[in-house]
Each structure stands twice: as structure tokens, then as C-alpha cells.
């Protein structure tokens, strides 16, 4: 039996429904890393008989095979992967895909050019030179990874400068070069998450993406839009991503007060039903996609509910009699001036929701009320943004 101390490399392998390919994955495994002290760690979301074959793989195996068993509240490829980070016995961790697309014969080249000392995490890139996509399932994927990647760093021209595919799942890093507790890996692409959060040392090995060994693939058009609301809030942080689903609210907005008042309602009964319904429809919204990482220590989903809901309507109380008042006085449009006070409202919601509706229930007694107001809207509203 390896001793634990020993482990100078951990090998972390997020799987969902991997069954038939767990033995082939761990032998190649084990057969890449001959001479290498190392150890996998499976973090399973499974439903189907995986978590079973994972041990029962584990039992004949040459090396050290552990598996994480996760409820299906914890599902999801970013946080497997951060969990299999704390839990592995080495710093250095190798992430791979347990579907046999990501070559593990690459794994102690991905280890060896990390022993050069110049890198914090090696990325194993689709398009660096001599690398390939033909894994993926045909061109139009192809051309959708491409036109992801290329957006992805045009918005990171900073940090992802030295690196051609931050979309890969194939990559080692040196956890101790890594803020564990500021990632928020909402989505699937957790290396870029770990690479937009903070500047990190990268090198490069390219590699041929191959096709599935057994399975199905996991994309999906909901994978996509986790992507875009994960980039979205890497990029601008809390505040502009409260301000895209506010703008989308406010469309909505615009467009039921049209709806009505072409159909004949009065334009202060259409306002209210816009109001209510996009107060519904952003509470929601800004659970999922803007403060969910704060909901744990906030109060609970229906005393959050009726704050948002509660303050909300205050707020259209006090702004649609201001828009009867542009309408009548100033005899502009209905629809512009809804979307003018909804521009208005915009930073008092924010304000509200950072400090008020998602407040941890229990503040510190070390510092005054204004100094934690100040500090707290300035770290919602600016990060994680690129410095």
C-alpha cells in the first residue's frame, strides 16, 4: 500500500454517468503515470451504476483510486472539480474528463512541463500547435467552440493572453497558486474560471481531442447559456449582470405595456401588469444567475421573495406616477417613459438587493454600519471583473 504523504500527483476526474468508461480510463491511467507517485480521485454525480464500477475498479487497482459520491444538490462539473481540489493529497492536480477524450497518456507530459518550475497551471489546448478538435461531434461544433474560445478571450485579452483554448477540461494546476475560496464555478468551464479570477503562469501542450470511448456526450443548449451567464459574470461582475437581466426585465417591460395599451388597456393598468410581471421574472433571474452565491448566508427563498417583491413594488408606486406625470406634463410616450424610469431605478435596486435582500443574517460587530455598506457595494458591484 502507497503511503498518502507520497502522492506527488493528483489526478481529478469529474464524471456523470461514465460507467463504461471508468476500467479503461484507470488502466491507461495507470499505464501513462508508471514511475510517477500518484492517485485518482473520482467526484461522481451519477445516477446510473458509476459510483459501483468506480469501486469495484478501485479494489484491483495498482494505485491509490478514491471516489466522492455527491447528493444531487451538488451536481454540477465546476464545483466537482473544485471539490476534488480540496480533497486531493497533492498540490499538483491533473483535471480530466472521465469519457476518454482527454488522451491520459498525455498526463505525464502535462506533469513534466509543470517540473520546469515557469507555470502554475499547464493546459492541455485543442489550438495550440499540432492540437485538434476532432473529438468534437462535427463542423458545426467545431465552429461554435471556435467562436466561443475567440470571444472568451477577447474579453480576457489580459489574462488569457498566453493561452489559446481556456475552454479545455484538460489541464494541471498548482492548487497553492489558486484563490479557492473566490471561485464561483457556476458553470462547466472551470478553468476559466480559475483562470479569469486571478493572474496565473501558463504553458501549454497541445493535443488531439478524441472521440467518446463509450457514452453520451453532456452538451447541451442548457450547458451553452450556463457559459454565457458564466462568462457574463467573470467579465463585468454582479453589477452588470444585475444590469442584463434588469435590461432583458426591462424589454419585457416595454414590450407587455406596448402589448396592452395597443390593445386598448389604459397605460397605468399595462405598467402595473409589466411591473409585477417582470418583479416575478427578475427575482428569479438574479437568484439563479446573480446572487446565488449568496443565498446560503442570506435569509430564506420566501423572506428574500418578499423583500424583492416588497421593495420592488414600493419603488413602482413611487415610479409610475412619476411616468403619468412625464406622459401627461411633458405628453411623451408611455413606452419612453417607463424606459426612462426603469434607468433611474436601476442603481436603488442594486443597492437594495446587495445590502438588504441578500445580507447575511448575522453581521460583524467589527466594523460600523456605513464602513460595511461601503465596502460590501463596492465588492458586489465590481467583482470578480478583470484588473
Not at 493561452?163 to 492548487?175: K, Y
Amino acid at each position: 500500500m502507497r503511503r498518502w504523504d507520497a502522492v506527488h500527483l493528483s489526478i481529478i476526474v469529474p464524471t456523470y454517468n461514465e460507467a463504461p468508461n471508468v476500467a479503461e480510463l484507470v488502466r491507461r491511467v495507470t499505464a501513462a503515470i508508471e514511475g510517477i507517485e500518484a492517485e485518482i480521485v473520482f467526484v461522481d454525480d451519477s445516477t446510473d451504476d458509476t459510483p459501483d464500477e468506480i469501486r469495484a475498479v478501485a479494489a484491483s487497482a495498482s494505485l491509490p483510486v478514491r471516489l466522492v459520491h455527491r447528493s444531487s444538490g451538488t451536481r454540477g462539473l465546476g464545483t466537482a472539480v473544485v471539490e476534488g481540489l480540496a480533497l486531493a493529497e497533492s498540490d499538483v492536480c491533473v483535471v480530466i474528463d472521465g469519457d476518454l477524450q482527454h488522451p491520459p497518456e498525455l498526463i505525464p507530459v502535462l506533469y513534466r512541463r509543470f517540473l520546469d518550475g515557469d507555470a502554475d497551471v499547464v493546459v492541455a489546448s485543442r489550438y495550440a500547435g499540432g492540437g485538434t478538435a476532432t473529438g468534437l461531434a462535427d463542423r458545426t461544433r467545431i465552429m461554435v467552440s471556435r467562436a466561443a474560445t475567440a470571444l472568451t478571450r477577447a474579453m480576457f485579452p489580459i489574462r488569457l493572453r498566453d493561452v489559446s483554448d481556456p475552454m479545455t477540461g484538460f489541464f494541471l494546476v498548482d492548487r497553492r497558486a489558486v484563490d479557492a475560496a473566490h471561485l464561483r464555478p457556476r458553470g462547466f468551464k472551470i478553468l476559466l474560471e480559475i483562470l479569469a479570477r486571478k493572474n496565473l503562469r501558463v504553458a501549454e501542450v497541445p493535443f488531439d481531442f478524441a472521440d467518446r470511448h463509450a457514452g453520451e456526450s453532456k452538451a447541451s443548449m442548457r450547458q451553452g447559456l450556463h457559459f454565457v451567464a458564466q462568462l457574463t459574470a467573470l467579465r463585468f461582475g454582479k453589477m452588470s449582470l444585475f444590469a442584463v437581466i434588469g435590461a432583458l426585465g426591462a424589454v419585457v417591460n416595454l414590450a407587455i405595456v406596448w402589448a396592452l395599451t395597443q390593445l386598448g388597456v389604459d397605460y397605468i393598468v399595462a405598467a402595473i401588469v409589466a411591473a409585477e410581471t417582470t418583479i416575478i421574472g427578475n427575482f428569479l433571474l438574479m437568484e439563479r444567475f446573480v446572487f446565488h452565491d449568496m443565498r446560503a448566508a442570506a435569509s430564506g427563498g420566501w423572506m428574500r421573495f418578499a423583500k424583492s417583491f416588497g421593495f420592488n413594488n414600493a419603488e413602482a408606486l413611487i415610479r409610475i406616477p412619476i411616468m403619468a406625470l412625464l406622459v401627461e406634463t411633458w405628453h411623451i410616450s408611455a413606452v419612453l417613459a417607463t424606459g426612462l424610469t426603469l434607468v433611474v431605478a436601476f442603481v436603488v435596486r442594486f443597492v437594495f438587493h446587495s445590502l438588504v435582500v441578500y445580507a447575511p443574517r448575522k453581521a460583524g460587530a467589527d466594523t460600523t454600519r456605513a464602513r460595511r455598506f461601503v465596502e460590501e457595494l463596492d465588492a458586489q458591484a465590481m467583482s470578480p471583473g478583470e484588473l
